[in-house]
Nanobody, 126 residues
Framework: QVQLVESGGGLVQAGGSLRLSCAMSGRTLSIYGMGWFRQAPGKEREFVAAISRSGSSTYYSDSVKGRFTISRDNAKNTVYLQMNSLKPEDTAVYYC???????????????????WGQGTQVTVSQ
């Protein structure tokens, strides 16, 4: 029933910016906490950023804090990830995820999420 579709990935130079979008269909976005995760080849999937159901609280990994911004527009059923000052280390497949029973304790944990998008590739060149 629930489908998440990411868009906005691509190839950018180090120091550049990119904005990812994730649109939900099948259910209203407002009942889900939303998160972004990423996975580089040969590495575990890691937490990037998350946002509470109302958008009042946000969470970031230390590696992206100050550079990335997560936001949501519940009226559009869409969550965003604005990525600035990109580094080659940010290269990965980025996944959008939805957490039906979200809380501050769950939003950084991939195992707590109920639905996942297909992923979008972000490549940062030197």
């Amino acid at each position: 029933q629930v489908q998440l579709v990411e868009s906005g990935g691509g190839l950018v130079q180090a120091g550049g910016s990119l904005r990812l979008s994730c649109a939900m269909s099948g259910r209203t976005l407002s009942i889900y906490g939303m998160g972004w995760f990423r996975q580089a080849p040969g590495k575990e999937r890691e937490f990037v950023a998350a946002i509470s159901r109302s958008g009042s609280s946000t969470y970031y990994s230390d590696s992206v804090k100050g550079r990335f911004t997560i936001s949501r527009d519940n009226a559009k059923n869409t969550v965003y990830l604005q990525m600035n000052s990109l580094k080659p280390e940010d290269t990965a497949v980025y996944y959008c995820a939805a957490d039906r029973w979200a809380s501050a304790a769950t939003l950084s944990q991939s195992n707590e999420y109920d639905y996942w998008g297909q992923g979008t590739q972000v490549t940062v060149s030197q």
